[in-house]
C-alpha cells in the first residue's frame, strides 16, 4: 500500500515497515495533517501508521482495528481530546489501546484532565522527531512488559 493510498481511509490507512518484531501500530488524531504526518515520519521506518482528522472518525477506525497507541491532540473538532481518551479509556474492548497526547496546551490543569481520562503519557509542543521517537519506542516497551 502506498503512503497515498494511506491517506484514503483512516483505518484502512495503516502503512507497514519491515521489521523482526511485530510493528508497533499507531492511529493520529489530529485535524491538522500536515503536523500529524512530520510525528508520522519520525516513526514510519519502524511502526505502522493510520491518520484520523477527528474523534468521530477515529472511534470508527477503532471499531475496525485497534493500534497499539494512539496520539492525540486535545482540541479536536468534533469532540473534546479529554471526552475522546475517556471514550477510549472506558470502552472494554479499547481500553488497553495506550494513548499518548500531543498538544499545544501546556496547563497543568489539562495534563491532570488528561492523564485522569486514561492518557499514558502527555507532551506539549513543540517536540522534536527524536523526542517523539523514545517516546514512542518507551510505550512500546510498556506494551510488551504489560502484554497488551
Known amino acids: 500500500m502506498s503512503r497515498d493510498d494511506a ?3 483512516p483505518g484502512a490507512g495503516l502503512t507497514r515497515s519491515t521489521t523482526s518484531r511485530r510493528p508497533l501500530t499507531i492511529l493520529f488524531v489530529d485535524p491538522d495533517r500536515p503536523r500529524a504526518e512530520r510525528l508520522a515520519d519520525a516513526v ?3 511502526c505502522v501508521v ?3 482528522p477527528s474523534a468521530h472518525i477515529a472511534l470508527d477506525a477503532l471499531g475496525q482495528r485497534l ?3 494512539i496520539v492525540t491532540e486535545l482540541d479536536l473538532p468534533d469532540m473534546g481530546g479529554v471526552e475522546f481518551i475517556t471514550r477510549v479509556h472506558t470502552d472494554p474492548v479499547m481500553r488497553h489501546v495506550l494513548i499518548m497526547v500531543v498538544t499545544n496546551r501546556s496547563s497543568v490543569r489539562d495534563k491532570i484532565a488528561a492523564l485522569m481520562a486514561g ?3 502527555f507532551i506539549v509542543r513543540p517536540v522534536t522527531a527524536e523526542q517523539f521517537l523514545l517516546k514512542t519506542q518507551l510505550l512500546g516497551r510498556f506494551r510488551r512488559v504489560l502484554g497488551r
Open 7 to 9: 491517506n484514503q481511509s
Open 119 to 121: 492518557a499514558d503519557d
Open 44 to 46: 514510519r521506518a519502524t
Open 67 to 69: 493500534p497499539d497507541l
Open 50 to 52: 493510520g491518520m484520523a
